[in-house]
């Protein structure tokens, strides 16, 4: 026995969650027995998917292209020692199926390879929504450009902020009903992974993009596992519901913005209140200007009843700036905080 193998297995084990990397993870079990013995003990994760397809799906090409792989690596599996039936990333179809010979996973965390929303040049939307069964909260952040100090710039009168809220809605609330969409996208993807991993303690996906972030906390997953089976929506609904617009016919929808739109299913986004805020023109630290940010807080009208709406606010306030700290996001964040909030109300969709 040399010196390595002097390590202890829980050595081996931390060092393994250190990595969380799937494919690094996949690659050591062709170490060693003891290693491919190990890594299906690894508790924390990082899944990084090339591209999403529904366990489902059909796929004549990638089916042609898993068999020409598998004649193509025939000459080496003779030589090597067959794995842990855990199967590479690239030849599969789903997260879930990739992780099923993990055994005792606690932190998850996959990461998509874009974001989903399409909107116009130089706008960014950003969001992190929080879910249990169907979403608990969801933080909204947008703006159409960051102007320079040395962009022409004229002075704002003190009332223009009103107009512009007013004449600008419509864009926000497309902002906003995308961003929830997207979400509720995303969280039905992960319904499997969570129902198959009963030991999971928290569960991330994002993207490369830094675009949106879902969060399942060890509450959410307790309150999924154990509630009834969520209400599934087609994306077609989406559309209608930003057509259909605000309760209230307070405000439309239609026809701007947009969206990519996706014929997979979702988790139904129930009824919602949003504290909108919204600046024209920010101007940010070192002279350089923000257009049209905002900053949405969107919860279930069902939650948070008995709780004062002052309190609320403070709750909002503080997912905000841990979703968007630092730099100019936090920055702007921070500022949009101190702004009048807007309050408005959606039906479920």
Same mark, same amino acid.
């Given at each position: ?42 508790? %924390? ?5 090339? &591209?999403? #397809?529904?366990? =489902?799906? !059909? ?5 042609? $292209? ?117 979400? %509720? ?5 992960? &319904?499997? #992974?969570?129902? =198959?991993? !009963? ?5 991330? $996906? ?126 702007? #964040? ?16």
């Amino acid at each position: 026995m040399d010196g390595f193998d002097r390590i202890p297995d829980a050595l081996v084990l931390f060092i393994f969650n250190s990595i969380s990397d799937i494919k690094t993870l996949i690659r050591c079990r062709a170490v060693s027995k003891r290693f491919n013995s190990l890594v299906p003990h690894t508790e %924390s994760l990082l899944l990084k998917v090339d &591209r999403v #397809v529904s366990a =489902e799906s !059909g796929n004549t090409d990638a089916a042609l $292209l898993t068999f020409l792989r598998s004649i193509l690596k025939s000459l080496h599996n003779l030589l090597l020692p067959k794995p842990h039936p855990i199967q590479t990333p690239s030849l599969l179809n789903s997260p879930a199926q990739i992780l099923r010979g993990f055994e005792k996973i606690k932190n998850l965390e996959i990461e998509l390879p874009s974001g989903g929303l399409k909107l116009e040049k130089k706008a960014v939307v950003m969001w992190r929504a929080e879910f249990g069964s169907t979403l608990r909260s969801c933080i909204i952040f947008g703006f159409r450009e960051i102007r320079t100090s040395q962009s022409p710039m004229t002075r704002i009168p003190a009332d223009f902020f009103d107009v512009d809220f007013a004449g600008g809605l419509k864009l926000r609330v497309v902002w906003t009903i995308s961003a929830l969409i997207a979400a %509720s996208a995303r969280h039905y993807l992960l &319904r499997e #992974v969570v129902k =198959e991993h !009963g030991e999971l303690e928290r569960v991330v $996906l994002k993207d490369r993009e830094g675009e949106g972030t879902v969060v399942m906390d060890k509450e959410g997953l307790r309150e999924f596992a154990e509630g009834a089976e969520p209400q599934v929506s087609d994306n077609t609904e989406g559309m209608a519901a930003v057509q259909d617009g605000l309760v209230g016919g307070e405000a439309e929808a239609e026809g701007e913005g947009g969206w990519e739109r996706n014929n997979g299913g979702r988790t139904t986004v129930p009824s919602v209140r949003m504290r909108m805020r919204h600046m024209q023109k920010l101007e940010l630290k070192g002279g350089a200007w923000m257009d049209g940010a905002t900053l949405v807080m969107v919860r279930p009208t069902s939650s948070n009843k008995t709780v004062e709406e002052d309190e609320v606010d403070k709750m909002d306030a503080e997912l905000a700036l841990e979703a968007f700290r630092g730099g100019v996001y936090g920055e702007a #964040v921070q500022y949009l905080l101190n702004t009048r909030g807007y309050l408005l109300e959606m039906n479920s969709f």
